[in-house]
Every structure is written in structure tokens, then in C-alpha cells.
């Protein structure tokens, strides 16, 4: 009986927990659901389009008081070409005489002219063009999407670890350049490279006084420690070849950044070297120590005001001039009977104009 009693205890129990099982899921089961929490949606990509600039462009060159009883004078002047981040078109030229243009080293473009017998005279040779000119940015190197521009591999990338005249690659030079990367542990060809544009911006003034400025010479400018475009490129792309980081050199003219019209004064130039698994990396060392808020831009940037002319140094011309390779071409040179002439003037200027209002003409 005792048994009989337990057993019906139990089987209560288990009813009033069966029921209340029941009762509590169908509680949770009329309950409404919270709401599902939808992932937010994925941001889109930071896409920054370069900049650039349309402008035309005027390129005057005279040489004065041509020698009386010259046989041959002979004038060689650069035209700028295309280049990925540049459009020359409407390129025209006014000259009294015939000329040729050829192409010289590294894809050079040049206008030459030769006289037979000239009188003692003046010469006077225009060249103006169309240009558009695109911001150009290293993409790999920004956090921002910039378009990546899959360059051509430079088929001169063996004379892009080579010395300059005036850049010499010897035992001196490769010890600078160890120290410096030696003093910033870098490692990767890259973290070299920011350690001589770092070190050449924070330790050369731009300066244009006294003499020996201007030429590019890597000793003059380690000693002085002064210069301009040309003396900041020769210690940086004389430190990049030294530790086997080929860098290349480009001259052309700047553009005030105020869009508008008005002269040049001179020419500007600048670098990039080459890093694997990146490629060309834009680097503008004195324009960063001219304006120490772009120190960070100008390291895997060129702006768009400026415009290309010609690419490398100690350059021969065609057809080749008699005096020694030309230091950089950016002015007009000129001989007569194979003597440089030193009187040649030149102006440049020029005139921004609306997008797409260019010439599309080509001489």
C-alpha cells in the first residue's frame, strides 16, 4: 500500500512539471522575438582622384651676337613629351629656320637646328604647347584608394644604379648613406628611402646664395649643406644608388600652385625611385623643405604644378653636340663651330586654360 502511495506521488509530480513545462514554452512562445540586428552596411572606399591641371605653355629661346665668320652654329632646345601623368598636345613651333625634332636618350625629345655660314645675327626660336598634367601618386603608399598605374618596366633601370658625373657612387658617398639608414633601422628598400628623404629634408636649407649652388654636385651639397632642387635630388639619388636603390632624376618647370597666368623664372626638378612589389615612388625633397606641411605628401607624391621636359643627367643630345654630355637639359644649348655659346637668353610663361579647352592639334 505504502508502495501503491509513492508511486501515484510521483507520477503528480511529474505532471505538475510536465504542465508547467508547457505552460512556460508556450509563455516564450507568444513572447515577440527581439528584433534581428542587421550588420551595418560596408562603408564604401575612401576613392580620391588625383588632381590636375590644364595649361598652356610658351618656351622662348634666343641666342644673341652670333659670331661673325661662324661656319656652323648649331642649337639644340628639350620639348617635353608625353609621360603616364602628362599630355602634350598643340605643340608649335616659330623658327626662321628649318628644324628637326629627334629623340635622344631616355626618350628625350629635342628640337635641333643647324646653320651653315649665319650671319652675325640674333636667332630667336617659340615653341608653345597644350598641356594637362595629373597629380602623381604612388597609391600603394596611401591608406586612401588612389588609382594604381601600372608602369612599364624602365628598360634603363641599369643606369639608374649608376654615378653622375657630379654623383659620384664611391667609398665615401656609401658610407654616408650606411649611416644613415644605419641611424634609422631601416630595412626594406622602402624604409631606406624614407630615411635619406627624412634626412635630406631636415638637414639642407633651400638656399640660392652665394656660388656652387644649382649643379648637382653631391659634395658641395653634403658640405654646405644648401642649394637648390638639383643639390637635394643629387644626395638623395646619390644615397639610393649607393645602398643599390635604383632612383632616377626629372627636370622640367614649375607652375604656381594659384591657377592663373604669368612668367616662369626657372626650372624645377625632381626624383623617384624604384621599390619591389611597389614600383615607382614619387619623391619631391625640397618642395618638402620649402613647405614643411607637405613633408609627408611629397614622400610618394608630385604634385600637378609642374611640368616634364627631360629625364636623366650627363646627356648626350641628338644629334650629339661637340662639347662634353650636358649636365641636365632644360635650357637651350648652343655651338658655334663646336664651341658652346654662352649668349643665349630664354623666357617661359604660361596660362592655365578650362578643362578639355586644348589644342588637340599636334605639330
Avoid at 7 to 15: D, E, K, M, R, S
Avoid at 125 to 145: C, D, P, S
Avoid at 230 to 240: L, M, S, V
Avoid at 259 to 264: E, I, K, N, S, T
Wanted: glycine share 6%; hydrophobic share 35%.
Amino acid at each position: 500500500m505504502k508502495r501503491f502511495t509513492l508511486f501515484l506521488a510521483a507520477l503528480c509530480c511529474c505532471g505538475l512539471t510536465f504542465n508547467f513545462l508547457n505552460s512556460t514554452s508556450a509563455q516564450r512562445a507568444r513572447r515577440p522575438k527581439p528584433a534581428r540586428r542587421e550588420a551595418p552596411p560596408p562603408q564604401a572606399s575612401s576613392y580620391v582622384a588625383p588632381r590636375e591641371r590644364q595649361f598652356e605653355f610658351e618656351y622662348k629661346a634666343t641666342v644673341k651676337e652670333i659670331p661673325a665668320g661662324a661656319r656652323k652654329v648649331e642649337v639644340w632646345i628639350p620639348v617635353p613629351h608625353d609621360t603616364l601623368f602628362q599630355t602634350i598636345k598643340g605643340l608649335h613651333i616659330d623658327s626662321p629656320h628649318p628644324y628637326q625634332l629627334r629623340t635622344a636618350d631616355y626618350g628625350n625629345r629635342v628640337l635641333h637646328l643647324s646653320l651653315d655660314n649665319p650671319p652675325p645675327s640674333t636667332l630667336t626660336v617659340t615653341m608653345r604647347f597644350n598641356a594637362v598634367r595629373r597629380e602623381h601618386i604612388q597609391g600603394r603608399l596611401r591608406q586612401a584608394v588612389y588609382p594604381v598605374v601600372r608602369e612599364p618596366r624602365d628598360p634603363h633601370m641599369a643606369r639608374w644604379l649608376e654615378p653622375d658625373r657630379l654623383v659620384p657612387i664611391d667609398g665615401k658617398v656609401r658610407q654616408w648613406a650606411q649611416e644613415v639608414v644605419t641611424a634609422a633601422r631601416a630595412r626594406t628598400d622602402l624604409e631606406k628611402a624614407r630615411a635619406i628623404y627624412n634626412h635630406v629634408v631636415s638637414t639642407v636649407k633651400y638656399d640660392k646664395s652665394g656660388q656652387g649652388w644649382g649643379r648637382g654636385d653631391i659634395y658641395y651639397a653634403c658640405d654646405a649643406r644648401r642649394g637648390n632642387c638639383t643639390d637635394f635630388h643629387a644626395i638623395f639619388i646619390g644615397y639610393a644608388r649607393a645602398l643599390g636603390i635604383p632612383a632616377r632624376f626629372a627636370i622640367g618647370f614649375p607652375l604656381p600652385a594659384d591657377r592663373g597666368a604669368g612668367q616662369v623664372s626657372g626650372y624645377h626638378c625632381w626624383a623617384e625611385f624604384y621599390a619591389e612589389g611597389i614600383g615607382w615612388v614619387p619623391v619631391d625633397a625640397s618642395e618638402a623643405a620649402k613647405d614643411p606641411s607637405r613633408r609627408e605628401y611629397f614622400f610618394g607624391a608630385h604634385d600637378e604644378n609642374r611640368v616634364e621636359f627631360t629625364t636623366g643627367r650627363d646627356l648626350v643630345l641628338n644629334p650629339k653636340q661637340h662639347g662634353t654630355p650636358l649636365n641636365y637639359f632644360i635650357y637651350p644649348y648652343a655651338e658655334a663651330d663646336g664651341q658652346p655659346l654662352t649668349s643665349v637668353e630664354r623666357t617661359f610663361a604660361y596660362r592655365d586654360v578650362p578643362p578639355n579647352a586644348t589644342n588637340s592639334g599636334r605639330d
